[in-house]
C-alpha cells in the first residue's frame, strides 16, 4: 500500500510538524501571554498580524516569503544562506502560517483567568515568573493543547505555503499534500486515494482529540 517514496514523504511531514508545533509552542506561549496581559498601546495591532494568515491566502505568504528569505534579502545576508526550497525554509513559513491557529487558543486561556488568582500569589509573594509557571500555565492547558494539536494539524496539511517556498523535493521539501496534488497530476487516483484517506482519518483523529481535552477539563472544573 505505502511505497518507499510515500513513507519518506509521510516521516518528512510528520519531522515538520513536530518541529514546527515546538517552534509555534515556544513562540507562541510567550507571544499570547503579552497580548492577554499587556496594556501596550500596539498590541491590537501586534495581534493583527498575527491573525493575519487566517485570511490571506498562503501563495500570497509564501510568495512573500520567498523575497524574504531568497538570496537577495538583508536576512539571506546576516544568517549566512537562503532559506527556500530547504526544510529550514519550510519551518519558518510553517511557523507563520499556523501561528494564528497556536496563539489565539492560547491567548483565550490566559484572558480567561481571573485577578484573584494574581492576587492571590501576590499575597503569597511568589515571584512573577514563579506565578507564571505555577499558576498560569496549568491553568491555560486547555488552550496550549487545543493550539498545539491545531498546529501540529495544520502544518500537516499545509499546501500553497510550502510549495511556494519549498517546491517538491524528495525528501527535504515534498510533503504529503504535495504528493497528493501530484499523484493526481499523473492520474495515479490510487496513491492519491492512500494519502488522502490518511489525512481524511488524521482530520477525524484531531477534532476527536480537541472534544476530549475540552471534555477533559469541563469535567475537572468544580
Known amino acids: 500500500m505505502f511505497d518507499a517514496a510515500m513513507i519518506e514523504t509521510i516521516l518528512l511531514t510528520l519531522q515538520l510538524a513536530v518541529v514546527t508545533t515546538i517552534v509555534l509552542l515556544l513562540i507562541g506561549i510567550p507571544l499570547a501571554w503579552w497580548l492577554a496581559r499587556s496594556k501596550a498601546w ?13 485570511v490571506l491566502p498562503p501563495t500570497v505568504l509564501g510568495f512573500y516569503l520567498l523575497i524574504a528569505l531568497g ?12 532559506l527556500p526550497f530547504t526544510f529550514e525554509g519550510l519551518v519558518v513559513g510553517s511557523t507563520l502560517y499556523s501561528l ?24 503569597l509573594r511568589a515571584r512573577p515568573l514563579d506565578a507564571f509557571f505555577s499558576i ?3 491553568m491555560a492547558m486547555p488552550g496550549i493543547l487545543t493550539g498545539a494539536i491545531l498546529g501540529f494539524a495544520h502544518t500537516m496539511g499545509e499546501f500553497g505555503v510550502v510549495l511556494m517556498i519549498g517546491g517538491s523535493i524528495p525528501g527535504e521539501t515534498k510533503v ?8 493526481v ?5 490510487g496513491k492519491a486515494h492512500v494519502l488522502a484517506g490518511a489525512m481524511l482519518l488524521l482530520s477525524f483523529a484531531v477534532i476527536f482529540a480537541m472534544r476530549a481535552v475540552e471534555t ?7
Open 42 to 54: 500596539g498590541k491590537e495591532a501586534v495581534a493583527v498580524l498575527v491573525s493575519l494568515p487566517i
Open 216 to 222: 477533559r477539563f469541563k469535567s475537572d472544573q468544580p
Open 176 to 183: 504529503l499534500s504535495i504528493a497528493i496534488f501530484e499523484f
Open 71 to 82: 538570496p537577495d534579502s538583508p536576512l539571506t545576508a546576516l544568517i549566512g544562506r537562503s
Open 185 to 189: 497530476e499523473t492520474l495515479e487516483w
Open 136 to 138: 498560569a500555565l496549568p
Open 100 to 123: 494564528p491557529f497556536v496563539v489565539n487558543p492560547i491567548r483565550n486561556g490566559f484572558e480567561a483567568m481571573s485577578q484573584r488568582h494574581w492576587e492571590a500569589a501576590a499575597t
